[in-house]
């Protein structure tokens, strides 16, 4: 009897346990905030999510808690930064993860999401949108996404959650907007629970959206000089300034009659000497006369440059004085050995000189190394 009522004692005990364990969690994330075309407002995917949490999951320390999805819904939603009012542009139905129970780490208690906004004209959105729910041994990803075909001149939309994985990313010229920028931050969790607009030469960033746990986070306010990790306008840009001078240099190659295709071998070749791309090692070539004692000469016959031998020295010489590209490593024939010769000799070796004994005349060459 004694042994019964110990064991009624003891389960009434876990169970009373179990239940003071599990606590219900909720949280909302926003995803992808980016400008309108007339920065009057911001869109953005947002993720509200439910949970009741079995057990403490914290890594490392604890085994991971069991948790029972209640919600997990996602929606793209547009905010006007005047008065803060939201609509919602799209819903979508309950992601893969609402119902299921997973086991996770805190604080993924509702398995990981992401997602990308991107204009594909000045208002029309592309999309896509990931959840992954943690399964053994593999965890398994479903999107929903919407893509612009401009080839086709169609519109290509998943279905809603298919099995796949998410691959749009990247920054987006519309997380600036003038002197603005929109941010999404964290404060721990695992979504970002607030968006920022962000002013140049303002000290503290503006709230348009934030949870509790984001303010609770910066009670003093949002400082901008500790969000340079989430800050991105010195890269966009530097990406859009990048963009618009190689558009000016296609365009103008262009007007000179210049085909697409040496445009942009033209716009190439342009940027790199403005030094907005990295310069590849060149080599020029220059008659000479007589090589000097000790230096290295190689004979390269007409046979070696018919069969497509040094490409690069055979430029050079038809356009001595003038600097080309180098080509990499010269390939090796079986019936010449001259590849293997100068491979050797440059090997390790930087902003050297050779000579080149060809088309009946003496060629130095040097190389600079990029």
């Avoid at 609509?87 to 309950?94: D, I, V, Y």
Wanted: hydrophobic residues 40%.
């Amino acid at each position: 009897m004694r042994k019964a009522l110990t064991a009624i004692l003891v389960l009434v005990v876990l169970g009373t346990a179990a239940l003071a364990a599990a606590v219900r969690h909720s949280a909302d994330g926003y995803f992808a905030p980016q400008f309108t075309s007339d920065g009057a407002a911001v869109v953005l995917v947002v993720r509200q999510a439910r949970a009741v949490v079995l057990g403490l999951g914290f890594e490392t320390f604890t085994p991971p808690a069991h948790v029972w999805v209640t919600r997990d819904r996602f929606s793209i939603v547009r905010v006007a930064i005047a008065d803060g009012r939201i609509e919602t542009l799209k819903s979508f139905p309950a992601s893969p993860v609402e119902g299921a129970w997973i086991q996770t780490y805190r604080p993924r208690v509702y398995g990981s999401a992401q997602a990308h906004l991107r204009w594909a004209t000045s208002d029309a959105l592309e999309y896509e949108i990931g959840v992954t729910v943690p399964r053994q041994p593999s965890s398994d990803t479903y999107v929903v996404r919407r893509q612009r075909d401009d080839k086709k001149g169609m519109w290509l939309e998943s279905v809603p959650w298919e099995r796949g994985y998410a691959g749009m990313g990247g920054d987006e010229a519309s997380q600036l907007s003038a002197d603005r920028e929109v941010v999404a931050v964290r404060a721990g969790g695992a979504m970002p629970c607030a968006v920022l607009l962000v002013t140049t030469g303002q000290a503290t960033a503006r709230a348009l959206l934030e949870t509790p746990e984001c303010r609770d986070a910066h009670p003093d306010g949002y400082a901008v000089a500790s969000l340079t990790d989430v800050l991105r306008r010195s890269e966009i840009e530097r990406v859009a300034h990048l963009q618009r001078t190689h558009d000016d240099l296609v365009a103008s190659a262009r007007a000179r009659g210049l085909s697409e295709g040496d445009a942009a071998l033209q716009a190439i070749r342009g940027m790199q000497r403005l030094g907005l791309y990295p310069k590849p090692s060149t080599i020029v070539a220059t008659r000479a006369v007589k090589a000097p004692a000790g230096a290295s000469v190689f004979t390269i016959s007409d046979e070696e440059f018919r069969v497509g031998l040094f490409t690069d020295i055979r430029e050079a010489i038809d356009r001595p004085g003038e600097y080309i590209e180098k080509a990499g490593e010269y390939l090796i024939h079986r019936d010449f050995d001259t590849s293997r010769q100068i491979n050797q000799f440059l090997d390790k070796r930087q902003d050297t000189e050779f000579f080149v004994q060809a088309d009946g005349a003496l060629w130095r060459i040097i190389v600079d190394y990029r």
